[in-house]
């Protein structure tokens, strides 16, 4: 386990969980036990370190959604609906795969629920239902890339 921790943290360059495992696992291996407990508070010290590190990162990352409530610029995923679009009008199915990334991008934005509907059409492979919505998004985005202009 003390192994699998090292290798862990080499990878994601944890450079002193990898310092306190490789100690550990070094005592491990010639036998000698005396420092393991002390040894393997170190350790846990390193991680706790990389664990708050994670914490704080993910609080950082809710933050600035909180501070963003539309989430996502929606601009500037122009390139991917407008290929989208050209899916939908060539009643092209790589357009599944394509609303695929679509939903997952606007998840916890305003656009959520709009695509989500969007996906529901293309499910059924009801393009023309899709690209109706899909034009309703598109203006949206128009409306905003203006609105910036304008600022």
Do not use: W
Request: aromatic residues 4%.
């Amino acid at each position: 386990m003390v192994h699998t921790i090292k290798g862990a943290a080499g990878n994601l360059s944890a450079k002193n969980v990898y310092l306190e495992a490789n100690i550990l696992e070094s005592e491990i291996r010639v036998n000698r036990f005396d420092d393991v407990e002390l040894l393997l508070e170190k350790l846990g010290q390193a991680l706790d370190q990389i664990f708050t590190s994670i914490s704080l990162i993910k609080k950082d990352v809710e933050d600035i959604r909180s501070s963003h409530p539309g989430g996502a610029d929606i601009t500037l995923m122009k390139p991917i609906l407008n290929k989208l679009e050209k899916l939908l009008q060539d009643n092209n199915m790589d357009a599944v795969e394509c609303i695929e990334e679509i939903v997952r991008d606007t998840k916890n934005t305003a656009f959520a629920e709009k695509t989500a509907e969007m996906k529901d059409y293309v499910d059924q492979y009801n393009f023309e239902g899709a690209v109706g919505i899909l034009n309703e998004i598109l203006h949206n985005t128009r409306e905003a890339s203006e609105n910036e202009k304008g600022k």
